[in-house]
């Protein structure tokens, strides 16, 4: 644009009218560099899209993984009792000592029964002398029916004789009663073992008076351990459906069947309690070791899991098509489960540059190498 003076024009007007034409061709310049710029964009763009990119794929059953889980866990013993006394007496003896294993019935203390003993034999004299009343009373009870009939008695007399014999087997039945109770104070004279275990600690010194209730030894059962461990949360269901379940201790493995998970969770650890029992041999109580199962669902090594957006997940290729698979309880750096079939192709190679719907070329896998 030519900016001519005119004599009656000031040298700073020129000037100023220069700069505004120069301010006028910036303007009308930029947006049309903008829009060449943008163009070549969006042709890059189109182009780089048109190509597809060339991938790897294996079936899933070939890569598939089935981790392996762990959890700390203890062998309990179901029964580790403090063995009472259900009388009152004298310890007299204590035939076990710490560490003794014992059976089913064995003896593991004896009171002192001398007192239960005099009371069961007044209390059988007694029976003795109510069962000789008894009969008395029976014999004269027909007398009075007898004389009755013969109307040279009163009935109020007849009555009077069949109170008294009630009243005679009241007291004979308790009698027997008192007698039945005294007899299982003399049988618990002696205090058995109630299951098969271990002798762990002597709480009573002979001698020493045992009030009923008071202990006398712990005893550990050792016939049926179980194993308690702490499951995570998000774990459980592995648990529930998960193969080759194993207790591990000090190098050695012990099958294992689970038997329930406490619905429950523990608010500090966020753990549920599952319970397992011993499929063979058992590991002793108290043992601390770990529990470890086998996930028996297809998992995706984590090197193949991609983020495309908020979600995590795999590349299927789908007829030269790249197809983005969601895995909603994928974590990031870890092995995830994923249910497809196994003959499932899956981008192994060049899945970090694809995107959803992408066309894509597979690349054949390289032979291996032959020994020499």
């Given at each position: 644009m030519a900016v001519f003076l005119t004599p009656n024009q000031?040298?700073?007007?020129?000037?100023?009218?220069?700069?505004?034409?120069?301010?006028?061709?910036?303007?009308?310049?930029?947006?049309?560099a903008a829009w060449l710029a943008a163009s070549w964009l969006t042709l890059s763009a189109a182009a780089w899209a048109d190509d597809p990119v060339a991938v790897r794929v294996a079936p899933l059953a070939q890569i598939a993984i089935y981790?392996?889980?762990?959890?700390?866990?203890?062998?309990?013993?179901l029964n580790h009792s403090p063995i009472a006394a259900e009388i009152d007496a004298s310890v007299v003896e204590l035939p076990?000592?710490?560490?003794?294993?014992?059976?089913p019935g064995t003896a593991l203390a004896q009171l002192a029964c001398r007192n239960f003993e005099l009371e069961r034999a007044r209390l059988q004299g007694e029976r003795l002398a109510a069962q000789a009343k008894l009969e008395l009373s029976q014999w004269q009870l027909k007398q009075a029916e007898t004389l009755a009939q013969q109307q040279t008695l009163p009935d109020e007399q007849v009555q009077e004789k069949r109170a008294q014999l009630a009243v005679l087997r009241g007291e004979l039945a308790a009698n027997s009663a008192r007698l039945e109770t005294t007899d299982q104070q003399i049988k618990h004279c002696t205090v058995r073992a109630p299951f098969a275990g271990v002798v762990t600690e002597r709480l009573i010194a002979i001698g020493q008076f045992a009030a009923r209730g008071t202990p006398l030894v712990r005893l550990l059962d050792t016939s049926r351990p179980e194993v308690s461990a702490q499951i995570p949360d998000q774990e459980t269901q592995a648990l529930r459906q998960a193969s080759d379940l194993s207790f591990e201790h000090n190098g050695n493995r012990y099958p294992l069947k689970l038997r329930s998970v406490l619905p429950a969770i523990r608010t500090e650890t966020g753990t549920h309690d599952a319970r397992l029992d011993f499929a063979a041999t058992a590991a002793e109580a108290g043992s601390a070791g770990r529990v470890v199962w086998r996930d028996k669902r297809m998992h995706v090594p984590a090197e193949f899991v991609v983020k495309r957006g908020e979600q995590l997940g795999v590349f299927l290729n789908r007829q030269?098509?790249?197809?983005?698979?969601?895995?909603?309880?994928?974590?990031?750096?870890?092995?995830?489960?994923?249910?497809?079939?196994?003959?499932?192709?899956?981008?192994?190679?060049?899945?970090?540059?694809?995107?959803?719907?992408?066309?894509?070329?597979?690349?054949?896998?390289p032979a291996a190498k032959s020994k020499p």
């Open positions: 000031p040298p700073r007007r020129a000037a100023h009218a220069k700069a505004t034409a120069r301010a006028s061709r910036f303007t009308l310049e930029k947006p049309i981790p392996e889980s762990a959890a700390p866990a203890l062998v309990v013993s076990v000592r710490v560490g003794d294993t014992v059976k030269s098509t790249a197809q983005f698979h969601a895995l909603p309880t994928a974590q990031s750096g870890r092995p995830a489960a994923i249910a497809l079939p196994g003959d499932s192709q899956l981008v192994v190679t060049g899945q970090f540059a694809l995107r959803d719907g992408a066309a894509i070329t597979v690349e054949a896998a």
